[in-house]
């Protein structure tokens, strides 16, 4: 078959060598869509992609940095060249900051955190709204730590905050256009950005158990959810930023004791 009579749709993830990018790149895949791993990692990416093929999906491994405004472009033109044309976008790579205190945090630490979490996540819209085709969506991983401050990593939340008024002020755009874009915004997922190793596996998406209260997520947990955003299940949804927090920011005091 060659490469444009794929049938599917088409979706590109950007992290998906890891943690959440991974696990929504396997779900989009058994889905039926073919997927764009995209990721600053080849070989993460690439290892994506091989768990894919393995279970009889269809995937790509691209290198990109989202804070690159060329490699943005070119994971967009590798994915239309290999598959026609792209339908979802999941803007997922981000970065952490190392924990430190406000005073402390460097201008170098702010603007790299920037660069990759704000900036790139615009050029990733920027590319979304020009190329997605119509009916299409887009999906972003902002964090709670975009919902409220975060004492030890103040550039991470700045940018994280900043995600969720891009989605908000992009809607508008993405609409006129027949797009939707949405943000979420994780609580503490289980992932190698945490120091936890990850899974290869995903589950039975109607099967996942639940949480504990204000506990930790798997990477599934968090992709299902982006995976709904994207899908014409919510066409109703555009412009705004959910939680999936295990309801971590649900009441008061902020944060479990
Ligand atoms: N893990 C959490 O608790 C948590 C909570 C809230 C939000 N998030 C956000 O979720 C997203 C995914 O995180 P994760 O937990 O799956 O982490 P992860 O470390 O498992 O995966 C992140 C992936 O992004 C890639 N990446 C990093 N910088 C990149 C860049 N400049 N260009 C392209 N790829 C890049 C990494 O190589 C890695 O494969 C991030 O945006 C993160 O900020 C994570």
């Given amino acids: 078959m060659s490469?444009?009579?794929?049938?599917?749709?088409?979706?590109?993830?950007?992290?998906?060598?890891?943690?959440?990018?991974?696990?929504?790149?396997?779900?989009?895949?058994?889905?039926?869509?073919?997927?764009v791993v995209a990721d600053l990692n080849e070989e993460s990416a690439q290892h994506t992609v091989s768990l894919i093929e393995a279970a009889g999906g269809k995937a790509l491994a691209v290198r990109a940095d989202i804070a690159s405004e060329s490699d943005n472009v070119r994971m967009f033109d590798a994915g239309e060249d290999a598959f026609g044309g792209i339908d979802l976008a999941f803007l997922n790579a981000g970065m952490l900051q190392p924990?430190?205190?406000?005073?402390?945090?460097?201008?170098?630490?702010?603007?790299?955190?920037?660069?990759?979490?704000?900036?790139?996540?615009?050029?990733?819209?920027?590319?979304?709204?020009?190329?997605?085709?119509?009916g299409g969506a887009c999906v972003v991983t902002s964090s709670s730590a975009g919902m409220i401050g975060f004492a030890e990593a103040a550039a991470y939340s700045a940018s994280k905050h900043g995600v969720v008024g891009l989605v908000r002020s992009a809607a508008a755009a993405f609409a006129a256009r027949d797009?939707?874009?949405?943000?979420?915004?994780?609580?503490?997922?289980?992932?190698?950005?945490?120091?936890f190793a990850g899974s290869d596996e995903v589950e039975n998406a109607d099967a996942l158990s639940n949480p504990d209260y204000r506990g930790g997520l798997s990477a599934q947990h968090v992709a299902e959810v982006a995976l709904f955003?994207?899908?014409?299940?919510?066409?109703?949804?555009?412009?705004?930023?959910?939680?999936?927090?295990?309801?971590?920011?649900?009441?008061?005091?902020?944060?479990?004791?």
């Fill in 3 to 35: 490469a444009s009579a794929f049938e599917g749709r088409v979706a590109l993830v950007t992290g998906g060598g890891s943690g959440i990018g991974r696990a929504a790149s396997q779900r989009l895949a058994a889905d039926g869509n073919a997927v």
């Fill in 99 to 134: 924990y430190l205190p406000f005073d402390q945090v460097t201008n170098d630490m702010f603007d790299r955190v920037m660069g990759v979490n704000l900036r790139g996540t615009f050029l990733g819209l920027q590319q979304s709204l020009a190329r997605l085709r119509p």
């Fill in 179 to 195: 797009l939707r874009v949405n943000a979420i915004c994780p609580g503490m997922v289980l992932t190698p950005m945490n120091d």
């Fill in 229 to 257: 955003l994207l899908s014409q299940r919510a066409a109703g949804v555009n412009g705004q930023a959910q939680l999936v927090d295990a309801a971590l920011l649900s009441s008061f005091p902020p944060l479990p004791t």
